[in-house]
Each structure stands twice: as structure tokens, then as C-alpha cells.
């Protein structure tokens, strides 16, 4: 049986902003072969989950941004698990220390969370827009949880 994820930090008032979706499953299925994962699937497509957060830890404000697919934990184990394929952080030491202490593959970058109307998420990588994300309308059809 797998242990709970036992966390080094745990961090109070963030904000979050998740985007759920599909990729395409052949691709994915290669891609994870190697490591013996397998991609989730949905409706013959595989599932992706994007997650931005901005928070502050130890004084230090920051943002980041993760892309996963998710993954089969096994035969009828019905709990959630994903595989991350490349994360960003707007601090550059967090982002350094993810890599090196716990061999994440968290990169510097510029960072944009929006929680509040526009609902959205942005990426900058060496002064280019390599992703964005924003919610267009009333801010309705949002879920939101605290």
C-alpha cells in the first residue's frame, strides 16, 4: 500500500486557479511508457490538469504554474494521482530548490495568477507568452471552493 504524500511545507491562504482537460491519449501513452505509467482516460483522450497558485512562504511571495496528466494508480485503486511533466516558479531559488531537493522539474519563470474576475493564468518564458488561460464572461460558471 502507497503512504500518504507527507509535504515539507504547508502553506496557508493561497490562491488557485485549476484547469482541467484532455490531450491526446496515443501521445501520452508513449510518452509515460517508459516510466511504467499509464495515462488516465477519459472518453478515449487523456487528462491533463494545469494549476496555478500564488502564495507566500517563509515571507517570501511567489507564483507558480504545473502541468500533470493524470495517471491509473491501479486495478481498482479509485484515488487520484498525476504525473508532472513541467512546473514554473516566479522565484527563482524555490524553483532551483524544487529541482535540486526533491528532482521536480521546476523551472524560473514569470508567473500571473488571477483569482478574481478575469479568472485566468499566464506564463512568460524569457519575455515570451508561452501560455495563457483566462475565464471570458461573469465569472458564473466557475467552480469555486474554499
Known sequence: ????????????????VSLVGTADLEYWRGKLAGMRLKPAEMEGRAQVLIIGAEGKFKGVRFAELSFSVVVERGEGDGRDASYLVRAFNSCRFFAWCERVFFATPYYPADVGISAAGPVGMRLVVKGEVV?????????SEASRQG
Not at 500500500?1 to 490562491?15: C, F, G, Q, T
Not at 501560455?131 to 465569472?139: C, L, P, Q, R
Request: glycine residues 8%; aromatic residues 8%; without cysteine.
Open 1 to 16: 500500500m502507497n503512504e500518504p504524500v507527507k509535504y515539507v511545507a504547508s502553506l496557508k491562504h493561497v490562491r488557485e
Open 131 to 139: 501560455f495563457a488561460a483566462e475565464m471570458k464572461g461573469s465569472g
